[in-house]
């Protein structure tokens, strides 16, 4: 009872000093009401994005303040953060919207003031002048993304075709790629699949995502392509978490650990400038249907014998290069032989090559008006090949049709058969007597059909079998990537063989450099396991690096010893080089095993 | 001394493996030839006598209970005879002269109470009644394999064949699963075990006990639902509704 009210008197005190604490602070909340705004980075790249962050101080809940016009931005991403500091026994509380800012150009870019209505009184942050550099045409070289763009041509006629190509080269992982892309005064047309592929630049080595666009201008003039725009979010490891591991590196630094931060990035090609010529006037044939490209014209028939009041299908193919979809329905004049009737034509797209090609078929009944020999006369096709820069009219061969006259037809007779005839008699079968079916006798089917000892290992076996082939395979998959990607682990594997080959070939050879071909082995070899650039190292660095590395200490210390034994021997003979013993090429092999065994 | 290929000693593996399978076959064989000849020759009961210890020595073969059941019904032992069709049946679903003789068998006895099976998961799962235990473990299995395989592959490959392939194969083996755990529910769910009547007539009473009233009474050869059991009582349910307590020592569990 005595412990109960000892307890209550101090939820009392504590209850009491926390309200003489908070009520000044509701105060201050009061009296400091404000509204800031801050920029994370005052100087940016074009390609980098700003985060701003407007708080307003002194408040439990405010609305969103009104932003200024931001012409010069794209605003990305919002957020709210509601922030508590108690400084002195003095809360102070306040509310940051952020904002992430993609400049849309270059040079002294003003964020304008935000406004914010509280209470009847308004409130304002101060302008912030962001600085927006340029991108450098040639600073591509090094760089972890990077965007290009082109065209196969910068000078052709309307409707003509070129291929615009864009790549976006990474060599980190990324996500939400997000493409935009505008070709004001051109048709677009995909040119299949997205390409994924790996590139080496600059000695780099890219993946690269490959999209590729088939354009054709639509009017004359000098066009501009505008820049391609790639919003790219990059993930980049934190230095802070990278193991001494390359393994562990490469499988924790996935982005599914954690471990890396992402990095927002807007690339921009450059604009491209291509000039569309008019087509030529000059010889320019009647009927012409703006078709531009290579194309070719075939017709076929059904049936060239046919008895009068009969049909046939006349099948017209247009198909080529160039801008397909604006293939013309070809006049077919033979209203005077035949009735028509068309069908739907079929269009069909294609790649051909690295252009776009099609084709589109048609297809009309035609009944013949009479008898005898009839023609479907040429159907001509024009247009204008770039290549050759001339028009090309081409025409199908003339069909003939031989039209019989049909064979008076036999009058149908119908007649009805008595319907005794035709009702199925019922068997009349009598059942003398019934039993059961005889036993099964095939001695084969008598096997065991209980899931029991071996039968159940198998099917075990045959659960298990393909997650351990999964496994393997996952593994077997991780391994090849990391062999192709993760220089690191490759020099790591590579080590211990090529100083070995480097030795024999070294013990064979047996001339004057070959005390500087052991040190030279030895050193990559260390270079190689720690992933170290370079292999200009000295003895002691290298029993220290692997230190470092925790290699055990006496192996780290014969290391050590072999090459200033190396040196020493390297050193002595003056102008007249000792060659390398046996014993201590077999010693470097030693040492190299013992290293390669405490791995 | 070369060391032996890995595929000689896993083919070496498999054969010594396999060899118990085959000699147990090879004995079940026999003693099914022996016993056919027996019931060839009339002599039901001893035909009967094999077919039984073979069944006592673990062998589940859906023929072997068929042809027991044969035996059975030609002693004149009708309970015993349906009892082991329906057992057969369980192993062979779709055999046309199991049916039969389980139809015929069934129009012989006095009650003439059909096997009927029905019920929402049942006809929901309605394949069930044409396939067998380990036909539908089998399809599971390959659906596994499949799912595996194309797994594999989509990883090696990454193209869109594959990724159709996996996610097919995902779903297959997800309703293998559910049409595995199905069956099994409606083979060995505590309510879903089937009865079969093995003495000339069983009272069936109001609760367990025998002073109790009696509701009903069945002949031998009368299929019912086993709900549950009480010292040396079942309790039983016909299709109709009707439910009660009987001997265990009356009803053979299919």
């Known amino acids: 009872m005595r412990f109960y009210l000892i307890s209550r008197y101090c939820a009392y005190i504590l209850c009491g000093l926390f309200l003489t604490a908070a009520l000044p602070a509701a105060q201050v909340y009061a009296k400091e009401i404000g509204l800031t705004a801050s920029v994370d980075k005052t100087e940016i790249s074009l390609e980098d994005s700003v985060n701003l962050s407007i708080a307003v101080n002194g408040v439990k809940t405010a609305p969103s303040p009104a932003l200024p016009d931001l012409k010069d931005f794209d605003i990305r991403s919002t957020g709210t953060q509601t922030q508590v500091q108690v400084i002195n026994s003095q809360v102070s509380k306040s509310i940051v919207f952020t904002y992430n800012l993609v400049p849309q150009k270059a040079g002294q870019l003003e964020i304008g003031a935000a406004r914010l209505e509280l209470d009847g009184k308004i409130y304002s942050t101060k302008p912030i002048i962001v600085t927006v550099k340029q991108v450098a045409a040639q600073s591509r070289s090094g760089r972890l993304v990077f965007a290009e763009a082109s065209i196969s041509k910068n000078k052709l006629f309307v409707n003509e075709q070129a291929i615009y190509t864009f790549k976006l080269f990474r060599r980190v992982n990324a996500r939400n790629i997000n493409l935009k892309q505008t070709f004001d005064g051109f048709r677009e047309e995909p040119l299949g699949q997205d390409k994924q592929y790996s590139q080496v630049v600059d000695g780099l080595q890219y993946n690269v995502y490959e999209v590729s666009k088939a354009l054709f201008p639509s009017k004359v003039g000098v066009l501009e392509i505008p820049p391609s725009r790639v919003d790219i979010d990059i993930l980049i490891q934190d230095k802070s978490r990278s193991h001494s591991d390359p393994f562990f590196d490469r499988f924790f630094n996935d982005p599914f650990f954690g471990g890396t931060s992402s990095a927002h990035k807007t690339l921009r090609t450059s604009t491209i400038q291509v000039e569309a010529l008019p087509l030529p006037e000059q010889d320019k044939p009647a009927g012409f249907s703006n078709l531009v490209g290579q194309f070719a014209i075939s017709a076929r028939l059904g049936k060239h014998e046919l008895e009068f009041g009969d049909s046939t299908t006349l099948t017209l193919t247009i198909s080529g290069k160039g801008n397909v979809y604006d293939i013309p329905t070809p006049n077919l004049d033979v209203l005077d032989q035949f009735k028509v009737y068309p069908d739907q034509p079929d269009f069909k797209k294609w790649i051909d090559g690295k252009n776009l090609a099609g084709g589109k078929t048609f297809k009309w009944a035609l009944v013949p008006l009479r008898d005898g020999d009839l023609q479907v006369p040429p159907i001509s096709l024009s247009y204008f090949d770039p290549a050759a820069g001339k028009y090309i009219t081409r025409q199908t061969k003339k069909i003939s049709l031989k039209i019989t006259q049909a064979p008076a037809r036999e009058k149908l007779k119908i007649v009805q058969a008595p319907q005794s005839a035709i009702a199925p008699q019922a068997p009349e079968v009598k059942i003398l007597g019934e039993d059961i079916l005889p036993i099964h006798t095939r001695l084969s089917d008598f096997s065991n059909q209980a899931l029991t000892g071996p039968r159940r290992n198998y099917l075990w076996a045959a659960f298990l079998a393909p997650v351990f082939l999964f496994c393997g395979t996952a593994w077997w998959v991780r391994h090849k990537d990391r062999l192709k990607y993760d220089l690191a682990f490759t020099r790591n594997k590579n080590a211990y063989r090529s100083a070995k080959k480097r030795l024999q070939k070294t013990q064979s050879a047996g001339n004057g450099e070959s005390i500087v071909e052991i040190s030279k082995a030895l050193r990559e070899y260390v270079g190689d396991k720690l992933n170290l650039p370079g292999a200009a190292f000295t003895p002691v660095e290298v029993e220290l690096k692997l230190r470092e590395k925790r290699f055990p200490e006496e192996s780290a210390k014969s290391m050590r010893a072999l090459l200033e034994k190396c040196e020493e021997i390297q050193y002595r003979g003056g102008a007249q080089r000792p060659v390398a013993s046996d014993k201590l090429i077999e010693e470097s092999f030693e040492v190299l095993e013992k290293l390669e065994k405490k791995l | ?254």
């Open chain 2, 1 to 254: 001394m070369n060391p032996r290929p890995l595929w000689q000693i896993m083919v070496l593996f498999f054969l010594i493996a396999l060899a118990p399978v085959h000699c147990e076959a090879l004995d079940t064989q026999r003693d099914v030839a022996r016993a056919n000849d027996l019931y060839e020759s009339q002599r039901f009961q001893e035909a009967a006598k094999i077919y039984e210890s073979l069944v006592g020595q673990g062998v589940q073969n859906g023929y072997l209970f068929y042809n027991l059941g044969n035996a059975y019904y030609r002693q004149g032992k009708k309970g015993l005879s349906i009892l082991n069709y329906l057992r057969a049946q369980q192993l062979l679903p779709r055999n046309a002269d199991l049916q039969a003789n389980l139809n015929y068998a069934t129009q012989n006895t006095e009650d003439k109470i059909a096997p009927k099976r029905s019920g929402i998961l049942r006809n929901l799962f309605f394949w069930l009644d044409s396939i067998n235990r380990n036909e539908n473990l089998l399809a599971l299995a390959l659906a596994n394999f499949l799912f595996w395989t194309s797994l594999t592959l989509w990883l090696i490959y990454r193209n869109r064949v594959f990724d159709i392939l996996r996610k097919t194969a995902l779903a297959l083996t997800l309703a293998g699963l559910i049409s595995n755990g199905a069956m099994s529910y409606l083979d060995f769910g505590s309510r879903n075990q089937r009865g079969v009547v093995l003495t000339k007539l069983v009272e069936v009473k109001s609760s367990f006990g025998k002073g109790h009233v009696t509701l009903f009474r069945l002949h031998e050869g009368a299929v019912v639902s086993i709900l549950g059991e009480k010292d040396q009582w079942n309790q039983i349910q016909l299709e109709e509704d009707k439910k009660g307590w009987t001997l265990k020592t009356a009803l053979g569990a299919v």
